[in-house]
């Protein structure tokens, strides 16, 4: 099977010649070591856009001083800001949200004004081809279609500790945000569900111990379930990015409707062992395993025994795809080779040891 076949086949829970191993195209090592790696089975994964969005309504500034970016959101009703911190050191990631532009419960209005004035447009099937076409054909696609209601609120607009507040203190302004971004994203998701490309990603960061049971039932299932209403309906595949904690959801997940968890993160880092969601979950759900940064840490050998044990409990295999989608701290990338390896030598389908 081709690399780009085995994912897919993998993804739609079919047979395939070997478990997938694959890696976001922006986390790859350079030069000689990915060639290897390539020729190892390790297939790119790349996201592409098909849809822009414009705010017509609102005048947006940015300034650089040193490595911060200030970005002031002008609107008629009031205006908000946010700090980015950006020249990173290597593997910690493009930037680091400094300061939300919601800060006060008087910035939802703001916030909210800007989404509900915002226009979603598709960027045409001839431009998202020619997208895709810069890749080559050894690859997977992805099309970005944005985070859920609540995690955009969590990991872009208030973060952390002002969305706890306001859950409890401001309610209602949580919740009219709420909705005027589950309609924005209705309307993104028509979009994309009308582009060539079959993947759809929703990049939620999901994490159990960060939402509670009661919050992800409340506001994520019924985005989960319209999301995948849809896109079935119009041959698409949801991908929803759960790499977090997830074992006091795994009930709730079961019932979501998502088709395939990715970067399910198993222990030492994830809480959820994969065999015992594929026990609960079924062949309904996919499995995209995020193979965990931490252990990449370890000697060889470890990554070894590690990678040997994981297709152990996840044998035969049906379903299963594993990943890398954390950034690899420097001076460790080679620790790959030990996970292609074995996967080259022991993840042929069906795992029988």
């Not at 990338?333 to 795992?351: Q, S, T, W």
Request: overall charge negative.
């Amino acid at each position: 099977m081709s690399p780009r076949g085995r994912v897919l086949a993998a993804l739609k829970g079919e047979p395939v010649d070997r478990i997938p191993f694959t890696i976001y195209s922006i986390l790859a090592p350079k030069d000689g070591l990915w060639e290897e790696l390539k020729a190892m089975g390790l297939t790119p994964v790349y996201s592409v856009s098909v849809f822009q969005e414009r705010w017509p309504k609102v005048k947006v500034r940015r300034i650089q001083e040193g490595d911060y970016v200030y970005t002031v959101y002008e609107t008629p009703v009031g205006s908000v800001n946010a700090k980015y911190r950006v020249n990173l050191q290597p593997g910690t990631g493009d930037s680091w949200t400094v300061e939300y532009p919601i800060k006060k419960p008087e910035d939802y209005k703001v916030v909210n004004y800007i989404y509900r004035n915002a226009v979603i447009e598709p960027i045409g099937e001839e431009n998202v081809l020619k997208q895709v076409g810069q890749f080559g054909e050894d690859c997977v696609i992805f099309a970005w279609v944005d985070r859920t209601p609540i995690q955009k609120m969590l990991i872009e607009l208030a973060g952390y500790k002002r969305l706890a507040l306001d859950l409890y203190r401001s309610l209602e302004l949580v919740e009219e945000l709420y909705e005027t971004l589950a309609d924005r994203l209705e309307t993104v998701c028509e979009v994309a569900s009308k582009s060539p490309v079959e993947l759809m990603w929703c990049g939620d960061n999901v994490n159990g111990i960060v939402l509670g049971p009661r919050i992800f039932e409340k506001y994520h299932l019924p985005v989960y379930r319209y999301m995948s209403k849809l896109f079935e309906k119009n041959g698409k595949t949801l991908i929803v990015h759960m790499d977090g904690k997830l074992n006091c959801l795994k009930h709730l997940i079961k019932t979501s409707g998502v088709e395939v968890v990715e970067a399910f993160t198993p222990p030492p880092m994830g809480d959820l062992p994969p065999g015992e969601a594929r026990r609960l979950w079924g062949e309904n759900v996919k499995i995209w395993i995020n193979f965990p940064e931490s252990v990449l840490l370890g000697d060889e050998e470890y990554v070894r025994r590690y990678t040997l044990n994981l297709l152990k409990e996840i044998a035969p295999g049906r379903g299963f795809l594993i990943g890398v989608t954390e950034d690899i701290a420097p001076g460790y990338e080679n620790r790959l080779k030990a996970v292609a390896d074995i996967l080259e030598k022991y993840g042929e389908y069906p795992i029988n040891f």
